[in-house]
T-cell receptor
Framework: KAGVTQTPRYLIKTRGQQVTLSCSPI?????VSWYQQTPGQGLQFLFE???????NKGNFPGRFSGRQFSNSRSEMNVSTLELGDSALYLC????????????FGPGTRLTVT | QQQVKQSPQSLIVQKGGISIINCAYE??????FPWYQQFPGKGPALLIA?????SEKKEGRFTISFNKSAKQFSLHIMDSQPGDSATYFC??????????FGKGTSLLVTP
C-alpha cells in the first residue's frame, strides 16, 4: 500500500498571505489528522477529519482550517500567515474506527518570511 | 500545558546497550499510548503502542512498559544500534485521534 503523501513538500510564503496544504491518506483510511511541528512547541494537534466531518479540534486560532473530501483526501488552510506559522505540517492517516494507529506523511515545510 | 512529559531530552548510548526513555501523564482518561521514531527530514514513524490494560508489550528490540498507577510509561530499546539514532516521541490520546506528544528525546547510539 502506498503511504501518506503530502504536497507540496516545501513552501515559502510572505506574512499576510494564505496557504493551502494537501494530504492523501493511505488507501482505505477514512481519518486524517493534522499536526504542527516546531522546535519550540514540538508536535501539536490541529484537527482531525473523518468522513468529511471535523471530529476533533486542537487549540489553534481560527486562521487554521481544514476540510476533507469524499475520497478522504484532506486540505488544510492557513490564512493571514504570521512568522510564527513557520513549521513542519504533518498529516496522519488512520482507519478511523477501532484501531487508533496513525501513520504520518513526510510533512510540508512552510517558511513564512 | 504539556499533557505528556518526556525525559531525558537527549541520550547517548553505546552500541549494544539499552536505551530507556520515560514519559508521564496526568489525564487518567488517556487510553492509548504510542511511541514514534523520527529521522531528520522525515515524518514520525509508529514504532509500538500500548493500551492501559497491558503492563508490557514487546516488538523485536522495542519494549513498552506501562505503570497505570504511577501514570508512567517507558520505551526500552534493547541492543541499541547506530541506526536507532533518531528522535523518539511518546504520545497519549483519549479514545480519539488527537495525540498529545511529549517533547521528544534525541537518541545517539555510538559505535
Amino acid at each position: 500500500k502506498a503511504g501518506v503523501t503530502q504536497t507540496p513538500r516545501y513552501l515559502i510564503k510572505t506574512r499576510g498571505q494564505q496557504v493551502t496544504l494537501s494530504c492523501s491518506p493511505i488507501s482505505g483510511h477514512r481519518s486524517v489528522s493534522w499536526y504542527q511541528q516546531t522546535p519550540g512547541q514540538g508536535l501539536q494537534f490541529l484537527f482531525e477529519y473523518f468522513s468529511e466531518t471535523q471530529r476533533n479540534k486542537g487549540n489553534f486560532p481560527g486562521r487554521f482550517s481544514g476540510r476533507q473530501f469524499s475520497n478522504s483526501r484532506s486540505e488544510m488552510n492557513v490564512s493571514t500567515l504570521e512568522l510564527g506559522d513557520s513549521a513542519l505540517y504533518l498529516c496522519a492517516s488512520s482507519p478511523g474506527t477501532g484501531d487508533h494507529e496513525q501513520y504520518f506523511g513526510p510533512g510540508t515545510r512552510l517558511t513564512v518570511t | 500545558q504539556q499533557q505528556v512529559k518526556q525525559s531525558p531530552q537527549s541520550l547517548i548510548v553505546q552500541k549494544g546497550g539499552i536505551s530507556i526513555i520515560n514519559c508521564a501523564y496526568e489525564n487518567t482518561a488517556f487510553d492509548y499510548f504510542p511511541w514514534y521514531q523520527q529521522f531528520p527530514g522525515k515524518g514520525p514513524a509508529l514504532l509500538i503502542a500500548i493500551r492501559p490494560d497491558v503492563s508490557e508489550k514487546k516488538e523485536g528490540r522495542f519494549t513498552i512498559s506501562f505503570n497505570k498507577s504511577a501514570k508512567q510509561f517507558s520505551l526500552h530499546i534493547m541492543d541499541s544500534q547506530p541506526g536507532d539514532s533518531a528522535t523518539y516521541f511518546c504520545a497519549a490520546s483519549n479514545s480519539g485521534y488527537a495525540l498529545n506528544f511529549g517533547k521528544g528525546t534525541s537518541l545517539l547510539v555510538t559505535p
